[in-house]
């Protein structure tokens, strides 16, 4: 079956440009992760959606970053007035809860840069 | 916040070696997670463990969790260059209500290059 989809792949931008990253879950699992990744770090989780409600926004960095999920499905991060700290790779995961062990299959990634 | 601290961070070891990395956190984790990462791909799962001493093995992959479950080790037997990556561990703290986000913790992962 399809893994996790991100797109676009690759996005470079200019700095106080808005983009937009999307992210195409494995069908049937309902919860979706965002995590963001500086070059040669680990994840920094950004924020979690169970279905189409975000009970958790913690980890967005600040105002600028928003995102929804709509019919349980896809989902969109979107980053206004880009800034070039906001140049990393975004990740994607999703998880299927059929166990209490929050597996988590992730998408290759959107590497973004802002010049 | 829980941490979960990986060590080293760096590894560079010639083809055929032996290596462990490590994955430690004074907090109780009721599972834990091995992932591994390439460059321009997304992190992929490979293992999970969930009782304290439990071992598991992939192949030249030994994965073992710590029987307090705050601590766990990766090793590698005969490393070879499709070992090279980055490779992550991740947790459920124990006291987590059953996931979410804030029940899963990465560590900052340890870079793997396995010289031919």
């Known amino acids: 079956g399809a893994g996790v989809s991100q797109s676009p792949s690759n996005k470079v931008t200019e700095k106080g440009k808005d983009v937009e990253l999307r992210c195409d879950p494995i069908?049937?699992?309902?919860?979706l992760y965002w995590y963001r990744q500086s070059l040669g770090q680990g994840l920094e989780f950004l924020i979690y959606?169970?279905?189409?409600?975000?009970?958790?926004k913690s980890g967005l960095p600040s105002d600028r970053f928003s995102a929804e999920r709509t019919g349980g499905s896809v989902s969109t991060l979107t980053i206004q007035r880009t800034q070039q700290e906001d140049s990393a790779v975004y990740l994607c995961?999703?998880?299927?809860?059929?166990?209490?062990?929050?597996?988590?299959?992730f998408g290759p990634g959107t590497r973004l840069t802002v010049l | 916040t829980q941490l979960l601290e990986q060590s080293p961070q760096f590894l560079s070891i010639q083809e055929g070696e032996n290596l462990t990395v490590y994955c430690n956190s004074s907090?109780?984790?009721?599972?834990l997670q091995w992932y591994r990462q390439e460059p321009g791909e997304g992190p992929v799962l490979l293992v999970t463990?969930?009782?304290?001493?439990e071992v598991k093995k992939l192949k030249r992959l030994t994965f073992q969790f710590g029987d307090a479950r705050k601590d766990s080790s990766l090793h590698i037997t005969a490393a070879q260059p499709g070992d090279t990556g980055l490779y992550l561990c991740?947790?459920?703290?124990?006291?987590?209500?059953?996931?979410?986000?804030?029940?899963?913790?990465f560590g900052k992962g340890t870079h793997l290059i396995i010289q031919p």
């Open positions: 995961a999703s998880s299927s809860w059929t166990t209490s062990y929050n597996e988590q299959f």
């Open positions: 069908s049937g699992h309902t919860a």
């Open positions: 463990v969930v009782t304290g001493g």
């Open positions: 907090s109780v984790f009721s599972s």
């Open positions: 991740a947790g459920i703290h124990s006291s987590a209500s059953g996931g979410g986000a804030d029940g899963l913790t």
């Open positions: 959606f169970q279905g189409n409600s975000a009970p958790d």
